[in-house]
């Protein structure tokens, strides 16, 4: 079993708490995993591109090859757009939060952003935000896109939550719901 | 069952203190800067990952670990732990070595005494460097063994091992590794930490005295371990003969983007290539030789510099073609990846999605919202709108994207401390104003001696310390004196007291502090101007602490 992702956003965005719960998920399945991660220049408000892959036995390379990933989660819509040749034409999703991020003065139509992403196969579109701010915090978006993936993950939704659980312990309970529920949101949300 | 993974740079940290290190020095620059950290982190919290508790050896108690004002001073700062006869790692970013270049060429012949290894985290593809130079070529230079890891597990085992061969060789050991493995994760097991060395100082203090005539004596000493370095490279590699039609060298972490491919290498050729994998040099020419006999053809995979493949072409040609970044397979620019590798192969490119037909443009990196550098920038532009012809140098770090629009505000970035030497130069060739802006770490860095020849020499420049009190672009590590010291320092090397302002970097301060970097414009002498502000990652980061 392989299976990799493409995790983008931009700089600044906190995508490496989504890394950290699905390779905490997958390593209590008893799997190997390999994150690749971006730190220094591009931290302050790039693009940044994660690659994290589960596999039962030991990823070879840090980064994922073209035409492999099957799954690619943005938080932000531009950002799945520039990676998709990372995904298997076959068997490759997107889950992609809908909110732009302006910080470049030529940033495209966020509505033609939008249906370029509805377009391709396997898409799904979510207001991460407006989901998680329901949970009780705007700032666990990140944890709505998690909940969406878990209908593909190939890993128990009781691991992924409880990983949640682990990761988010040190700030305190109230953090720990806030994300659970924030998870739950986004797997209702993409049933 | 493992639970955590563990970065390139923690797998070295966390080999290099189960192999007992007493010290560790550095200076932040990306991709090394976790190596620190790593130890800092264990040390205030008491434990380091994938160690049982107490399996440190206790040396976490005792063990230096500190940042350092350049890579130079961390170097020495190794060297004197060595002479004691510690265990020391000293850790920074690949231009970080042209830094600590003279301590590091030295130490090769000096007889190293508790073993001394020094990373660096070289940046293929340049993600945050101003170049991408390969340390392999710098370890040559020196004459110095270098190991290069491909994994994290590779990465602690040969950590461990680098200390132990340093101390029986007596000499330094250079770990080098690039970006993707410095920021990777993976699991990795460790093992029972081995105890710290206890002081024991050189016995031989001739062995550290390199005068010309004693220097002689260590060259020649230096000359004769060669051999004794390579037969670790040539124990090391792995030779797997395979198929004769081709021959394939996979050095350090080109050996993973390889694997990724061998199975539809495997297909579509009918057979496994044969493989020579590489990870330490002098390159182990017994090994290459062998493959090189049993193949019709050689494809030589490395990151950085074409330094194992120069060496194979030599200039009269061999007995079997050579195939790499010299003839085109692969391109002599840029990091390595399994995609590269994939068409260096001869293989077809996988069926991905198509690219967007809607193309996402760049998203450069930028200032934080409410970066104090935005705002020292804007009024630096504003003062100088008087003047027709002027020069605005800046230096390394996150000041440096005043490059980029809407900013357009600098004019150079060469290297670290150079702002205010070429602010000097610039103004002896006649462009004035010369300006130099550079942070407060950089400042100690390397601008320090630069400022000191423009005060003995009245040099006509203004200089801007964008005062941060933090090495913000690495994450936010504390400048090595406080802010508060800026200006007892400043007047100690002679900058008349008149001519320092100290400003608050802020939007609301704008029309004062134009006018104030107005007045130090007109001054005929240097003259600095501090801008100071907190670094919001920093407050950030102290806000999560
Ligand atoms: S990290 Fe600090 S210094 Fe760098 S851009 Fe952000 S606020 Fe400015």
């Given at each position: 079993m392989n299976y990799d992702m493409i995790l983008a956003g931009v700089?600044?965005?906190?995508?490496i708490s989504v890394s950290i719960v699905i390779a905490k998920a997958a390593m209590a399945e008893g799997l190997r995993v390999k994150q690749s991660e971006v730190h220094g220049m591009a931290q302050r408000g790039g693009e940044v591109l994660a690659h994290l892959r589960i596999s039962d036995s030991e990823p070879a390379s840090p980064t994922i090859p073209l035409g492999t990933a099957s799954l690619l989660i943005a938080f932000e819509p531009l950002e799945a757009l520039r990676y998709l040749p990372w995904l298997s034409a076959k068997a490759g999703s997107v889950i992609s939060a809908i909110a732009p991020i302006k910080n470049i003065p030529n940033y495209p139509d966020i509505e033609a952003v939008l249906s370029a992403i509805r377009s391709l196969p396997r898409a799904r579109l979510l207001d991460a935000d407006a989901l998680a701010r329901e949970a009780g915090n705007a700032r666990a978006a990140n944890m709505v896109l998690v909940g969406a993936a878990s209908w593909l993950l190939p890993l128990p939704v009781e691991r992924l939550e409880a990983a949640i659980g682990e990761v988010f312990a040190r700030k305190g309970q109230a953090l720990v719901d806030v994300n659970l529920a924030a998870f739950r949101k986004g797997r209702d949300a993409a049933r | 069952m493992a639970t955590e993974t563990v970065m390139g740079d923690e797998a070295i940290a966390l080999g290099a203190l189960h192999a007992g290190i007493s010290s560790a020095y550095a200076y932040p620059g990306t991709p090394s800067t976790e190596i620190m950290e790593s130890f800092q982190a264990w040390k205030a919290a008491g434990a380091a990952p994938g160690s049982a508790p107490g399996s440190a050896g206790g040396s976490l108690d005792s063990l230096v670990a500190q940042w350092c004002s350049n890579e130079k001073t961390a170097y020495e700062s190794a060297l004197g732990a060595s002479f004691a006869g510690r265990r020391v790692m000293v850790s920074m970013k690949h231009v970080g070595l042209n830094v600590a270049a003279d301590p590091f060429i030295n130490s090769a012949l000096v007889k190293i005494n508790g073993g001394l290894v020094v990373v660096v985290a070289d940046d293929p593809g340049m993600h945050s460097s101003q170049d991408e130079q390969d340390s392999r070529v710098f370890a040559d230079f020196a004459r110095m063994p270098c190991f290069e890891p491909a994994t994290q597990q590779e990465a602690y085992d040969m950590t461990r091992e680098a200390f132990d061969f340093s101390e029986e060789h007596e000499v330094p050991v250079l770990m080098r590794i690039t970006t993707r493995l410095a920021h990777s994760r993976s699991i990795i097991e460790a093992r029972p930490a081995r105890a710290v060395n206890p002081m024991h100082k050189t016995t031989d203090t001739k062995g550290w005295i390199l005068m010309p005539a004693m220097a002689r004596q260590r060259w020649k000493g230096l000359l004769a371990k060669q051999e004794a370095f390579r037969t670790r490279s040539e124990e090391a590699a792995v030779l797997a003969l395979a198929g004769r039609k081709l021959g394939v060298i996979a050095c350090g972490l080109a050996r993973q983007y390889l694997a990724e491919n061998l199975a539809d290498f495997a297909a579509s050729a009918g057979g496994m290539p044969s493989v020579l994998s590489i990870n330490s040099y002098p390159v182990p020419v017994a090994k290459i030789r062998a493959l090189a006999a049993a193949v019709d053809r050689i494809l030589v995979l490395e990151e950085g510099y074409p330094y194992v493949e120069d060496q194979l072409r030599g200039v009269f040609g061999g007995p079997v073609p050579i195939a790499g970044k010299r003839s085109g397979?692969?391109?002599?620019d840029g990091e390595l990846s399994p995609d590269l590798v994939r068409k260096a192969l001869g293989l077809p490119a996988r069926e991905g999605f198509?690219?967007?037909?809607?193309v996402a443009p760049g998203r450069p990196p930028q200032f934080c919202q409410g970066c104090p550098h935005a705002d020292s920038y804007t009024a630096l532009k504003e003062a100088l709108s008087d003047y027709p012809l002027f020069s605005v140098n800046s230096d390394i770090?996150?000041?440096?994207?005043?490059?980029?629009?809407?900013?357009?505000?600098?004019e150079s970035c060469v290297d670290m401390g150079a702002s205010v030497g070429m602010a000097r130069g610039a103004s002896g060739a006649g462009l004035s104003p010369a300006v130099a802006a550079i942070g407060d770490s950089t400042f100690y860095h390397s601008g320090l001696p630069n400022l000191v020849d423009a005060v003995s020499h009245g040099t006509d420049i203004t200089l801007l310390i964008l005062d941060n009190d933090t090495t913000g672009m690495t994450g936010a590590q504390p400048t090595i004196a406080p802010s508060s010291r800026l200006v007892p320092v400043l007047e100690g090397i002679g900058v008349d007291p008149a001519h320092i302002r100290v400003l608050r970097a802020h939007r609301t301060e704008h029309a004062a502090n134009v006018a104030a970097i107005k007045e130090e414009l007109a001054h005929r002498g240097p003259s600095v101007v501090l801008l100071v502000r907190e670094c919001i990652e920093w407050m950030k980061k102290a806000r999560n602490a």
């Open positions: 700089g600044g965005q906190g995508g | 397979e692969l391109p002599l198509a690219p967007s037909a809607l770090g996150c000041y440096t994207l005043a490059a980029l629009p809407p900013w357009n505000a600098i």
